[in-house]
């Protein structure tokens, strides 16, 4: 489709603030070179409603982990996320993606 | 100006009830995340600082030191009869009630500190060094907690081990933050403190103000959202700090603390955290609830120690001198 | 240091234009914008304290029910000729005409703020109650609006219908604040007041400062992304105040108020709205343009206002005492 | 392609500030049982271009509605949204993803 | 799929905040009409971790780019990038999406 | 309260070395940044309408515009022999030398207002125009950094051309909000000052404080995750800085300059940029390494010119007024 485009896989964890760490942690060890984060301002799902909150201890506070990353990195990303995804309320979702320098991801 | 009526026209607390109703009624008054968290953050400075200068001043006594054990002490044992209560009453598992139960032997800087505002108006401030004790109550509790939800057999593994967990806590913004603040003052005393005084003093009761209306919204729309807080739960989210507050007015006549300082940590031990120990928690006990133990010491007990508890706790101890 | 240039040596006004030249100069100078919400909420607060406290002082009045009065019936009347201007002159359509009529019929609070401390530095100041009227002024010219958009047949309807958005311009969160305030400083009078004076009343000044900075930057990044705004509606944006401007000052010098708070009165009434009426017609008239009426209220109405309308309407008021 | 991985539906709204809670109405008429909310920082289209502004009404302030669903309620929700697109200035897309614990959205 | 989808390209770029005007007016060049802006919060990868970052020159405190367009302009955004993805460590993905309104993009 | 212990027990240099010391255990205490942004833009406002004042009041003359001359003198300057180094001692390509270069012949806001505050805390407080040649030092370096990184020769070219990049940078916000102060300071004067004092003077030294909390956090943080600070670079963060403020301190002497404007000049020169000039580089110089410059300017010679630099330097320029 376009010029050396590579597929890769988009990965996307909500959770929240203060479990962030852990998820790095996870991430880095399954494989994962690169990500970023960005700040979720508030939300609902079968816990309630939650609003982005820096004042208090924010246990319910969200963030967005989002990475790009190989088919079999992201496999084990989820392998090792599956656990947690009960126990530690997180959300997870994956979709392809093209991207350009495929050696960055 | 003391008495329940007087406090309640106190500005701290009209605006605290500025920000209840506001969100009561649905309004979409917000302070800013980052400003509440900015002023949150002048407020722990400020009350560090002027512990410490009061310190300096003073020097170390006796007193002092009973009075940072009392509180070890204190915020090790509170969570015991909560967690009791929680699962009895409450009807919630072990995990749930070590999480809340660790809320409510740990403490809340804003009661805290709305309560040095009250006692201070009511000619009884509390000794500068009760910042320490404060200080020294955050933690404890959590590691109580721990213990409590998990059975003392089964150790905590994962990726973060306990001992990261401990040292993630004890190295807690507001903690180090009071502490370090508390230590500038010590260094700095009443001298140095002159200089940024209008700042760190004279700004400090307007900025309470402005904190405590974020905290009426926050803690009524909390309590608006919270879904798992049964009416027993809400109860005990009052009947705790009672108990408690009785046993730090208790205990600080006990161990011979002056009038102010004795209310201090009876508001202390009454008091249950919304910042350090929430965030522990979600680390340490995922499985916990957030949104549980959020209501009930951040939407139930704040409002309730706030409104009814401070002059109630502070009566309490002045009668107890009395005998 | 009255008269014009007097106030253009105010360093309130000179950092409006700081900020102005410097959004004209495309610098990137740019107050975060929970700051600058932070210092909103601020002068809101201290606004309605300061108000609430002279009235507790002075107490209640037939002129303050008579303010009241006049500025709920400007507040519905003024809406008219700038819906007739901006039809014919300003070739809108009705439901835009209607949208920006609202923001003209309605209150600017930071022109009301600024308008006081150049009365106040030139030995006019407006009465403490004129706060109240700036309250009260912020939600009939929105019911206004609607009615003249769709006119009075057809209904609200949808998921936000009428009754639900009367509810949120009425609670929406500067109005709230502002009357909080007010009343808090009704109930804490003087004495209350004097603790939190530093941060209220010693600060008010400076904050201001910085936040006219910020909206001077708004203010002209606005107007330079301006794509809807044609020459016609831009000098309705000036034509529109000079006209409320000019009733206002003939209504409160006609109800007998003093000359400081007449003048109030004509800075309220010239003034236009860009916080509660911008949103409130988001949500009802989705199909205006927000470009548009931010455009005319907040980059052309407020500067015109803050740097030339003030002095002039405080002028006229000042005139017409004398007749 | 992974451990009990299942198709579902991202879609994101992008919607000026003051209407979101008609949006979050809506969803949630829609069947929307989750969403989280990402403020955006500036933009630019038809309209001419906006940043962040947190201190005027904001009116043209936008944040992102972001939900993971079935590709039945995401019908029902471009369905139920389709009559605003204009009259309000919604943008809307969706693209399919994939979720692990699927009876979560 | 759905009532008039079209397929689309959502195309998100990774960009220090000093580039971000650098990257708008490359894509505009490249015939994007609309895009918006996305705070994000920290990161990590290759050059090592960051943080948000208001107070300093925040030289690599990131943004996210994010444009939804038509193959060939996302296909000419690409090749307009490609000579300054290294140079100005910029990461690219791109998707395909499918929008409602398709003349909005 | 002069001298090397002196400085460490001020309140402004304990609050950088608890937020230093915070970040090294790894505390999760932060300053949002929303926050912190709006501190550094308020001390930049104070600082600059604090030397408009003063030149207000003690007028135009010789000294004023020598300094100003050998601010920007010393910023084209400066840049070689920091370049020379870098690429020999420091192994560096011509064009992250160059971008370092830029650094250290441009200026930190924040070092020079900590600078003012410790000469004026020992008795000899620099002269308001300072403010003035710190503005003036911020941009020549950048466009010497540049012509090292490049040569001569090749042009800049891109989307953003050399002149659109000197707009950019002649038009940065702290470089605009400095000299915008400055000019609001002199035209206001003394009197004007009066009102909005609370705020910009009394406030300034506490609001330092919480600013230097939060670099003492950036800083450390950054050099913790400083992956291409090599030893030989960490050593001339410190030792570009000794020489640049020793030629400062000459230059300030003998063109004649009070002790303290010296000290001032030779903090500046020794002070380098983590403000303006990252940004600049980080657009004009793209293949250059950010981390490297901010790893230098704000993790090493930032903190070395707070706690040791700034006594040392006025040390030096009092010496140097004695021969
Ligand atoms: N289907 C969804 N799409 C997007 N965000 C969701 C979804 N479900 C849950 N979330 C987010 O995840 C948070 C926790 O979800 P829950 O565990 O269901 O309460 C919610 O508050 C939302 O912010
Ligand atoms: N193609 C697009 N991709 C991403 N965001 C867009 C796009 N078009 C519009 N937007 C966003 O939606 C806002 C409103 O668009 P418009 O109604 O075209 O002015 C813009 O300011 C952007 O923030
Ligand atoms: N695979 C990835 N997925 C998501 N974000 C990434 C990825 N790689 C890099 N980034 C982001 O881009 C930044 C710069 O990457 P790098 O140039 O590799 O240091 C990182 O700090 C991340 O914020
Ligand atoms: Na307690
Ligand atoms: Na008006
Ligand atoms: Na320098």
Not at chain 2, 100 to 107: D, K, L, R
Not at chain 2, 241 to 250: E, K, R, Y
Not at chain 2, 267 to 278: D, G
Not at chain 2, 304 to 310: A, C, E, K, S, V
Request: proline share 4%; hydrophobic share 55%; net charge neutral.
């Amino acid at each position: 489709m376009s010029i050396s485009a590579t597929q890769r896989v988009r990965i996307e964890i909500l959770v929240d603030a203060p479990l962030v760490r852990l998820v790095v942690a996870t991430a880095k060890e399954a494989g994962v070179t690169g990500y970023t984060l960005v700040r979720a301002l508030g939300g609902e799902g079968a816990g309630g409603a939650w609003r982005e909150d820096r004042v208090t201890g924010a246990a319910d506070t969200k963030m967005i982990f989002l990475s790009v990353t190989t088919t079999e990195v992201a496999d084990q990303l989820v392998e090792a996320f599956t656990p947690l995804l009960d126990s530690h309320r997180l959300i997870v979702w994956r979709s392809m993606v093209e991207v350009i320098r495929s050696e960055k991801f | 100006m003391a008495g329940t009526l007087g406090v309640l026209f106190s500005p701290v607390i009209l605006f605290f009830i500025l920000g209840a109703l506001a969100a009561f009624a649905r309004s979409d008054l917000t302070i800013p995340e980052a400003v509440g968290k900015g002023i949150s953050l002048y407020l722990m400075a400020a009350i560090g600082l002027k512990g410490g200068v009061e310190v300096a001043t003073i020097g170390f006594t006796l007193e002092m030191v009973l009075a940072g054990l009392a509180g070890i002490a204190l915020s090790f044992v509170l969570p015991l009869p909560a967690f009791f209560l929680l699962t009895r009453l409450g009807k919630l598992d072990k995990v749930n009630a070590g999480a809340v139960a660790a809320h409510y032997g740990s403490v809340s800087v804003v009661t805290f500190v709305t309560g040095v505002e009250v006692l201070t108006a009511g000619g009884l401030p509390p000794a500068g060094y009760m910042v320490a004790v404060l200080a020294l109550m955050e933690t404890p509790a959590i590691i109580m907690g721990l213990v409590l939800a998990r059975g003392k057999a089964e150790s905590a593994g994962g990726k973060h081990g306990q001992s990261e967990l401990l040292r993630e806590t004890l190295l807690n913004g507001s903690v180090v933050l009071l502490m370090g603040s508390f230590i500038i003052g010590i260094l700095i005393g009443r001298d140095g403190f002159v200089q940024i005084a209008p700042v760190f003093e004279a700004g400090f009761r307007g900025m309470l103000c402005l904190f405590l209306l974020d905290l009426g919204l926050i803690a009524v729309r909390r309590l608006r959202e919270a879904r798992s807080l049964t009416l027993p739960l809400a109860g005990l989210a009052i009947f705790i700090p009672l108990i408690n507050g009785t046993i730090g007015a208790v205990v600080g006549t006990l161990i011979g603390l002056d009038q102010g300082s004795a209310s201090a940590l009876a508001i202390l031990a009454a008091s249950a955290s919304y910042i350090a120990v929430p965030a522990a928690m979600r680390l340490a006990l995922p499985q916990a609830d957030p949104g549980l133990y959020l209501a009930m010491s951040l939407a139930v007990t704040f409002p309730f120690n706030i409104l009814i508890g401070i002059p109630l706790y502070s009566a309490l101890a002045q009668g107890l001198s009395g005998l």
